[in-house]
DNA sequence: ACCTGGTCCCGGGCTCGGTTTT
DNA sequence: AAAACCGAGCCCGGGACCAGGT
């Protein structure tokens, strides 16, 4: 946040002595424009992209590391910047220039969300073009000519495709074949968790993230918290200590942080108190899906889940029970029968987890349901984006 | 044998952009 | 110009069948 926001802030009213000034920013699913303690990482990617940006072909390159290391945060950031410094978009001719710009565009592509061909397209469309994007009744086949059109003239475009590999989103090799598929010079930059000889795709270049090291994410938070908190909101030693519960896992460490204040918000408490440290904490359960999966889904399974984290443990006993109370909440319009197929589509993908209870009855013994999401912090998301649409 | 939980699959229908007919 | 129609992707609902327990 700069000087004229934090002025602005003053101006709207805003005393600045809530736990929250500015939500987005210690959210964990919103990226800063420059992330704190990456700088040498941002080298590493530049130097992958090289080529690129002194006029060869542009390498395809795989980005990886574990969970909560900081990939997309730095990607996307460094993306958006090479995507503003680049030439015009591609949509938009420009027969008087004199000479082809040498640097290639730049596109990010969440691909939770562009989880299809379709999708993919899609999304690669509404970054590329300003005209409006169908979603629906057109078909794929005609949406690739399209793409084709739009990419035939113009310089190569990179796509960064973030997320890959995880359950319901696609394989670097099928990312690239779709790619390959709409045109020439489509050049593909996957980011994914798995090592790259776990994958099925050669890429020229690899770059990997290593886990945050305890200093660097206590620099991260503090950074983060300075201008997302109010002053002094959470005190170093709590930002230590959630640093130290997170092995180094910046996602886990924000929705804890996320938890905590929202915690404290509830309680009118103008500073996190050690007991709202506590209930941050444990709202995010270790091993934690990312909020960003968790957002990616339907709205149904979102409303689903949002109702789910709210059940008290009883109701969450079988899924029989979870069903039942899901379904009878007034703002879930599915049928129960959908309701039970949801939730056992959901622990398929990792969402919640099932564990099997030991219980006299007759028949298969039932089991558990459990969030494996940060639910204070994905309750918190919810709400606001429905307050503001 | 019987019961309940869990897995898998697919038809139908919804919604939306594009096309043809009125 | 409006209305009717068509076809695309995607979601819902439900049922057939399998698994694991008394």
Same mark, same amino acid.
């Given at each position: ?42 080298? =590493? ?8 940006? !002194? ?16 990939? !997309? ?41 562009? !989880? ?19 979603? =629906? ?125 929202? !915690? ?126």
């Amino acid at each position: 946040m700069n000087i004229d926001d934090r002025i602005e802030r003053r101006l709207d009213g805003e005393p600045g002595t809530g736990v929250f000034v500015d939500f987005d920013a210690v959210s964990p699913v919103s990226h800063v424009d420059s992330p704190a303690g990456r700088g040498p990482m941002i080298e =590493r990617l530049l130097d992958a992209f090289q080529p690129a940006l !002194s006029g060869s072909a542009p390498p395809t390159v795989y980005v990886y590391g574990p969970k909560g290391s900081g990939k !997309s945060a730095v990607v996307a950031a460094l993306f958006e910047r090479l995507a503003a410094r680049g030439g015009p978009r591609r949509a938009i001719q420009t027969t008087t220039r004199a000479v082809e710009p040498a640097v290639p565009g730049f596109a990010y592509v969440d691909a939770r969300r562009a !989880s299809t061909r379709f999708r993919l397209y899609r999304a690669l469309l509404s970054a590329t073009t300003d005209e409006p994007v169908p979603g =629906r009744g057109v078909g794929t086949d005609e949406l690739t000519e399209t793409l084709r059109g739009a990419v035939r003239t113009g310089p190569d475009l990179v796509v960064a495709v973030d997320h890959v590999g995880e359950p319901g989103t696609p394989s670097p090799a099928a990312l690239r074949e779709w790619l390959a598929d709409a045109g020439e010079g489509l050049v593909p930059a996957c980011i994914g968790r798995d090592p790259p000889d776990a994958v099925d795709w050669e890429p020229d270049a690899t770059v990997e993230f290593a886990t945050y090291r305890r200093h660097v994410l206590v620099e991260v938070l503090t950074s983060r918290c300075s201008t997302g908190l109010g002053r002094d909101a959470l005190s170093h030693a709590q930002i230590r200590d959630i640093v130290e519960w997170a092995a180094g896992d910046a996602h886990d460490a924000l929705a804890a942080v996320t938890g905590a204040a929202v !915690s404290a918000d509830r309680a009118g408490a103008s500073t996190v108190r050690p007991t709202d440290v506590d209930a941050g904490i444990d709202a995010v359960s270790r091993p934690c899906v990312a909020l960003g999966r968790v957002l990616a889904l339907a709205e149904s399974r979102r409303r689903i889940l949002y109702e789910l984290a709210a059940l008290p443990d009883e109701a969450r006993a079988t899924v029989s029970a979870a069903t039942e109370a899901v379904a009878a909440r007034p703002d879930v319009d599915l049928s129960p029968s959908t309701v039970r197929r949801v939730l056992y589509e959901l622990s398929d993908a990792g969402f919640i987890r099932r564990e099997t209870v030991r219980r006299g009855g007759k028949g298969r013994p039932p089991s558990r349901v459990v969030p494996r999401f940060p639910t204070t912090a994905f309750r918190e998301l919810f709400d606001r984006d429905a307050r503001s649409t």
